[in-house]
């Protein structure tokens, strides 16, 4: 399934997710097309965290916002629901993790705000572009992720360590892919820190909290980036209700080129109207 | 007045404008650091306001976003009191302009939020670092900014045409005055529009609804960026109860780099908690 779909149109890739045919990991699927994290809370909580977001933006760049209540992110795709088309979803009560599922129609709730937030893939893919190779990917792992010391600025009951993804670069091209990747605001931006590990409350870069061990070769330097299971972190601490999040790699594919300058298609007016 | 101050230490010109000594616009002020516009509405409309903002990042490039109620922006500043530090304040109450004022600590409600967004001064300190002179600057005249038929996304009550300011560029710079200020995403990002300005809707490119008029010499090309003009028309536009902006040109002065990748400090603790 994951082979056929790999070459497939974005359109038939949304339609096997949607009525819930695949159900797996979206990297390296609607190839082009920006993917997406995802936070869906009650509105009660949704400026505090659209704050949390802003304060900051590397670990958590915000691509699109749903009006309250309307499942449909127009602004994202002409015709995204956000009820079905994400493969997998993570459901938090009271910050802890209750049920994984395929569709949240019958949870979905007249005050829920949709957030999506931006992923490393595009940047991953520019230094790609750039000839410079990434481990985790040549080798079909899981980037390494850590919880770091550095503390995010809070927003209401949105608060906790960033966690950082680290990535070894050769010493030479370190300069490189941190002014590639700052060319992505919306994919995390430029690296957080680079060398030592200790000085971000890293103790062992060979024990990741998240994800699968990578080497760090000699003549590379560890390159930590901010990474998108920050703003998990932060919802967890915030012990909403409700809350949930697509389920870790299983990404809404938008119809937001990767590239795009600005992550916001013009409005389809039909989708502007709020629906039951 | 304003002579001696653009030569002062950015801490001793936000005395001179907290104290009152100072009560004009801040072109030149405080060089090298981030200028900002400034949207302060009730948290009823903030959700709306901040979606609006996301959806519409090159008019409204957002900043930075207070704590409800409190008057301190400490994400960009250590000491902003937002209620003095601003040199003029235009005020709006259902949507029109009542009074313009030098202070707000008379009218500040413990229900306000504050948005402070990027303007236009970095990226145009990039262009004339690049040796793309800008002719309002040389010529000590507002840019000529227009009404464009290009529609802003709508949220909530915000909604309204773009706004957008012109410069005229060589022909042969005209890709690379679009790369600059590509790189400056807080600063209105790239153009939107360049060449015929009858294609955005602007019939008289020799007459500005704002700003001065601008020659556009032969050899050079009209360029339209986002212009932060935009949101104080969806201001108007939601009609709310009360509404305050900084006075056109009169912009709040930061503590944030003007080059800086994200335009957010870290937090003072003494500032996160509300003041009365």
């Not at 892919?177 to 700052?182: G, P, R, Y």
């Not at 299983?250 to 409005?267: F, G, K, N, Q, Y």
Request: aromatic share 8%; hydrophobic share 40%.
């Amino acid at each position: 399934m994951y082979e056929a779909l790999k070459n497939s149109r974005l359109a038939d890739v949304r339609t096997a997710i949607r009525t819930g045919t695949y159900r797996s990991h979206t990297a390296g699927l609607g190839r082009g097309h920006l993917q997406a994290n995802l936070a869906i809370m009650p509105e009660a909580y949704a400026l505090d965290f659209m704050r949390y977001c802003q304060r900051n933006p590397k670990p958590c760049p915000l691509t699109g916002v749903s009006d309250t209540g309307n499942p449909f992110m127009f602004t994202m795709g002409h015709d995204i629901d956000i009820r079905t088309d994400v493969p997998a979803y993570n459901v938090y009560r009271d910050g802890h993790l209750t049920e994984t599922v395929d569709d949240i129609s019958d949870i979905w709730r007249d005050d829920f705000v949709v957030f999506a937030l931006g992923c490393s893939f595009t940047f991953e893919h520019a230094l790609q572009e750039a000839g410079i190779s990434l481990w985790h990917i040549d080798n079909d792992k899981t980037v390494p992720m850590f919880r770091s010391s550095i503390e995010t600025v809070p927003a209401g009951p949105f608060r906790g360590k960033m966690v950082v993804s680290m990535r070894a670069v050769p010493k030479h091209r370190v300069a490189e892919a941190a002014e590639i990747s700052k060319c992505y605001p919306l994919a995390h931006g430029g690296p957080v820190h680079w060398g030592e590990p200790k000085e971000i409350g890293i103790h062992d870069v060979t024990r990741p909290d998240w994800g699968d061990a990578a080497p760090v070769p000699d003549d590379h330097v560890p390159v930590f980036w901010a990474c998108g299971v920050t703003p998990q972190v932060a919802l967890e601490a915030a012990q909403m209700p409700i809350c949930i999040t697509h389920k870790p790699g299983h990404m809404l594919i938008t119809d937001v080129a990767e590239d795009a300058e600005v992550p916001v298609l013009s409005p389809k007016t039909e989708n502007l109207t709020k629906v039951p």
